[in-house]
């Protein structure tokens, strides 16, 4: 266990993550792994893991963190954020706005049931399936590999993990079952909201669902984004309206057709992943990064849920 001590206040907040995670440790036998990709159902149900990231002028600055917090797993959807970031930065926001809306679906992550009045860019949502392959496609690049590659390199850059790869196995699993994807690509298609090769398009989005990461890894995203894009040396690294606009994304739509409900008990800007992943950013205070792949059935992770409902209640994290 590791933790850059600022006196006593800090040894107590280390107890406090450990005795949540411990007290949470029991909700991993009430999910499920996911195994519609069947790669992700090698995943183990027992591990949990949490991971806080406190700038450092704070009393409490530093990396806190308890359990399987350097495990590695797909970062699965919390790779929407990322693309919105990327296609926010690389076009605007007015833009990206024209172009996919704002407004929660309340519908599940996968959802197909878009009929001809619905296939309008205000009602794609970014942070579900259909929204996050239409925002690939406004990624500027010269080709798709480049395209990824982009991406990749932005979260490198702000995990400060060098290392952060796809991987080849669920990557693999993804493309060979991913038909309600591709189901999804061409309507898009079809309705004049993608241009280029779907297939090619699909393939980014595929490779950016299998990086692996860990709890520290999107605690480090998920403080960029608390510090509204600002770094530990108060550089601003992206965009002071991107970190917004995501933010508020992900108020309302980060975990899907349960981000109503997370608002109401935990209260914070969120994103949850079939691998077990959450981010959770709580601004102008921390980044939070969490592993526990056991799901409920709306995709997010039980055991990770119960853990931020616990912080937030101790810690008085919620901004509503
Ligand atoms: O599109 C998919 O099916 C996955 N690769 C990502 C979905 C996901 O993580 C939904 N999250 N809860």
Known sequence: MYAQTKGENMQELQKQLEEILESCRSYTNMGRVADYIPELAS???????????????SEYGGIWHAGDWEKQFTIQ????????????????????????GMEATGKPFN????????????????????????????????SDQERFEKILSMLKRITGDPDLAV????????????????ALAYLLKSS???SGDAESLLEVYFAMCSIKVSCRDLAAVALLLAMHGKDAEGRQVIPEDAARMLNAVL?????????????????????????????????????????SPGLDKKGNSVAGVKMLERLSREMNLSIF
């Open 43 to 57: 995943a183990n149900r027992d591990d949990i893991g949490i991971c806080v990231s406190i700038p450092s002028e």
């Open 77 to 100: 959807s919390i790779c929407k954020p990322i693309l919105l970031l990327q296609a926010i930065i690389d076009n605007g926001t007015d833009y990206v706005k024209e172009h996919v």
């Open 111 to 142: 959802a197909i049931d878009y009929s001809e009045h619905l296939l309008l860019r205000e009602h794609i949502n970014p942070m579900v399936n259909i929204g996050a392959i239409a925002v690939c496609g406004m990624i500027k690049a010269d």
């Open 167 to 182: 991987d080849e196995r669920v990557f693999n699993s993804e493309r060979e079952t991913g038909n309600k994807n591709r």
């Open 192 to 194: 004049g909201m993608l």
């Open 251 to 291: 108020t309302t739509s980060g975990m899907y057709d349960g981000s109503g409900e997370f608002a109401a008990t935990v209260g914070v800007p969120a994103k949850s992943g079939v691998g077990g992943g959450i981010m959770a950013v709580v601004p102008g205070r921390m980044g939070i990064g969490i592993y």
